[in-house]
């Protein structure tokens, strides 16, 4: 339903007084300075963040932070509304990865060019390279996530079998399980939305293709592949995204299956699930990529304490912390020497995506990504699900995204 320019702007001033009251309400800096940053955290995540992240800042630079909860949907309205009042309020963000493209397209980030270099040597240079656009950096790497590759090593070595590197021996992998447990057991996330567009994001990619030309070389390729791998996976892959997919495994109805890093943190506690192994995952026919997820952070424009909120960046970024993002939350450390204090059965899931991340890419910042989910979930289901011709289907669909408005 679309909301009219005046109910808008309405909503945009009562988000921006909300915030500067609950700002208000949370509590008092005292006679300190006060850096005021904005989260999308759990509550269990705030409460690390709280007693022993932010306690660690304020202590070592004499400032106060303000920490409030923020979602990422909302963000872009709240720094906007600041932004034409003349009255930023917030210093330092983290964002959704995904939902970037607002930020700079609006102009409501500043400009982090000339700070790259204080991103630490042990953060890889894929989670910075992506987040440039051109030769500019507006965000800083913080939080990744990273899709890696999961599989049930007690069934692979029951058939002999070992996990597959490229798209050949994921082909005949799906075909010897379905062979010999008379129901596919590899998974491919298809229940549509988000997932599905994530997945399909990434395997273009490694073939190649760009993903939001939709009917180019790569795009055709991993269509085509796709139609022939279909058959041989697990009925589960019409019901798999995310935040399910691990279950499968857990319960053995499935024995491999691609899925984000800070997913499988709960397969792994404890070792209770000793079975399930991690590795960075297989490469498509051009080259091995994985997709970047997570959260990333921001300076807005018009805030009057840039410096300090430099300083935060350079706290979070910090192996101290990032242990403590590590030990506390499980949450895959963009450091690679982040890891020391893990335990030792998650050190190879941890590894898995630092390995991954190696080779990560991160989504294209556009204006097309909604039209682009839609229409790679049609081209889905009437390729892979229903087999209509590849090439023709895609021509017809690419026709629509090139026609896709500016949001």
Known sequence: MLINRSRRNDLKKLVFFMFIAALLLGGCAGKREKLNVAMSLSESEWTVMREKVIPLFEKNHKIAVEAVQVEASDLPLLLEAMKKAGNMQIDLFAQDNMQLFLLTNNKLVEDLSAYENIIPRRVPRALVSGLKTGDRLYFMPYRPDVRITYYNKEKFDKYGLKPPRNWDQLLAVAMKFKQKEKAGKVIFQASGGMPTAVQMYEWIVSAGGDPFRLNDRGCVRTFTFLQKLWPYLSPDSKHAKSDNTN?????????????????????????????????????????????????????????????????????????????????????????????????PGMKAYYNSASRAMERGIFPKRSAYWNEYEKLVNEAFVKIVLNGEPVKQTLDILAKKISRSPVL
Do not use: C
């Open 247 to 343: 279950d499968y495994l857990s319960r053995g109805s499935a024995y491999l299956a691609q899925n984000w890093a800070l997913n499988g943190y709960s397969l792994f506690v404890g070792q209770e699930k000793e079975q399930i192994k991690t590795y960075e995952g297989f490469r498509g026919p051009r080259k091995q990529v994985h997709v970047i997820g997570g959260q990333v952070l921001g300076i807005p424009k018009g805030t009057r304490k840039k410096t300090q909120a430099l300083a935060f960046i350079k706290h979070l970024q910090s192996r101290e912390v990032q242990e403590i993002f590590v030990k506390e939350m499980g949450w895959p450390s963009l450091r690679t020497d982040a890891y020391s204090h893990a335990e």
